[in-house]
């Protein structure tokens, strides 16, 4: 059993930065992948990008050269770095661990970009 808290949601302005944590309740270096997702009002949860144990990333088209993901292994936490938002960015973020084939959620933290 994994379990996820996300952190650092919250409002931003269009063109500002915000930075969301994930902190997982074992050792990430466990975890063959960690992911975040998002989910806006009325559309399908999305992958925002990816990290997997061996530091392999993967980005959305959407997010490319906006946002980077990075994990500590000493806090066991993967932590999303985003800049330049955009309005079309507000949406629920949701932090993902895979192990073992075995898909975990955390409970999702809100980011609302708006002037």
């Known amino acids: 059993q994994v379990h996820l808290v996300e952190s650092g949601g919250g409002l931003a302005q269009p063109g500002g930065s915000l930075r969301l944590s994930c902190a997982a309740s074992?050792?990430?270096?466990?975890?063959?992948?960690m992911a975040w997702y998002r989910q806006a009002p009325g559309k399908e949860r999305e992958l925002v990008t990816s990290?997997?144990?061996?530091?392999?990333?993967r980005y959305a088209d959407s997010m490319k050269g906006r946002c980077t993901v990075s994990r500590d292994n000493a806090k066991n936490t993967v932590d999303l770095q985003m800049n330049n938002l955009k309005p079309e960015d507000t949406a629920v973020y949701y932090c993902?661990?895979?192990?073992?084939?075995?898909?975990?959620w955390g409970q999702g933290t809100q980011v609302t970009v708006s002037s």
């Open positions: 993902n661990a895979l192990q073992r084939g075995v898909t975990f």
């Open positions: 074992i050792a990430i270096q466990s975890i063959n992948s």
């Open positions: 990290i997997t144990a061996g530091g392999t990333t």
